[in-house]
């Protein structure tokens, strides 16, 4: 069965980085864009990044020019890099498979929390 597991979360000042990981099985990581989301507390989910199979990766507005998504299908892997984080970009992230699919599947999230 497919399992998405993130990891690399955790509090950090403004101006900080962090680097998610969310480490795929189950399925054939290769052939599939992966998605990073987040959740704000009392605010909508919002896509974050994706990154098609070939490691071209997209970005909202929002976080442009400060994350970056990579991908090792060597590893089943995929990572966010997010550089000079703001107060803005506390939520619970989230790992997605196919997310413009018919059928994501969502990893459990992980915090980040930036003060």
């Known amino acids: 069965h497919v399992q998405l597991v993130e990891s690399g979360g955790g509090s950090v000042q403004a101006g900080g980085s962090l680097r998610l990981s969310c480490t795929a099985s189950g399925y054939k990581f290769v052939n599939y864009c992966m998605g990073w989301l987040r959740q704000a507390p009392g605010k909508e989910r919002e896509g974050v990044a994706s990154?098609?199979?070939?490691?071209?990766?997209t970005y909202a507005d929002s976080v442009k020019g400060r994350f970056t998504s990579s991908r090792d299908n060597s590893k089943n892997t995929v990572y966010l890099q997010m550089n000079n984080l703001t107060p803005e970009d506390t939520g619970v992230y989230y790992c997605?498979?196919?997310?413009?699919?018919?059928?994501?599947?969502w990893g459990q999230g992980t915090q980040v929390t930036v003060s």
């Open positions: 990154i098609d199979s070939e490691g071209t990766a």
């Open positions: 997605v498979k196919d997310p413009a699919g018919t059928g994501p599947y």
